[in-house]
C-alpha cells in the first residue's frame, strides 16, 4: 500500500521560511517522479514544484520560482520543498504527490498517489 506522509507545516509570517517533508513508502521511490501542488481555501488545487527520478531535473510554477526549492534523498525515500520568502498567498494546504512518469503537463490528474496534506499558513 502506497503511503505518503506530509510533515513541516505551520504558522510563519510574511518574509520567513519554512521546510516541508515527505516520506513515501509501498513504492520502489526512485521510479517515480515526486512532486508539491497546494490548494487555498475555495480555489482548484495548483502545481508547485516536481522533482525527477534522480533529482536531476525539477520544475516549478511561476508563482513560486525562485523562492522554493524541491529536492530528494532516494536513499530515505523522502522529498523536501524548502519555501523562502513566503507570502501571505502561499497560505494553502500542500500535499505532496507521486507519478511513474515525467511530463511537462502537472496537472492533478497526472499524478497517481497523494498524501493528506500539510497546512502552511503566512501571515502578512
Known amino acids: 500500500q502506497v503511503q505518503l506522509v506530509e510533515s513541516g507545516g505551520g504558522t510563519v509570517q510574511a518574509g520567513e521560511s519554512l521546510r516541508l517533508s515527505c516520506v513515501a513508502s509501498?513504492?520502489?521511490?526512485?521510479?517515480?517522479?515526486m512532486a508539491w501542488f497546494r490548494q487555498a481555501p475555495g480555489k482548484d488545487r495548483e502545481f508547485v514544484a516536481t522533482i525527477i527520478y534522480s533529482g536531476g531535473s525539477t520544475y516549478y510554477s511561476d508563482a513560486v520560482k525562485g523562492r522554493f526549492t524541491i529536492s530528494r534523498d532516494n536513499f530515505k525515500n523522502t522529498v523536501d520543498l524548502q519555501m523562502n520568502s513566503l507570502k501571505p498567498e502561499d497560505t494553502a494546504v500542500y500535499y505532496c504527490?507521486?507519478?511513474?512518469?515525467?511530463?511537462?503537463?502537472?496537472?492533478?490528474?497526472?499524478?497517481?498517489?497523494w498524501g493528506k496534506g500539510t497546512q502552511v499558513t503566512v501571515s502578512p
Open positions: 509501498g513504492l520502489n521511490f526512485n521510479s517515480y517522479v
Open positions: 504527490a507521486a507519478r511513474e512518469s515525467w511530463g511537462r503537463r502537472n496537472e492533478p490528474y497526472d499524478y497517481n498517489y
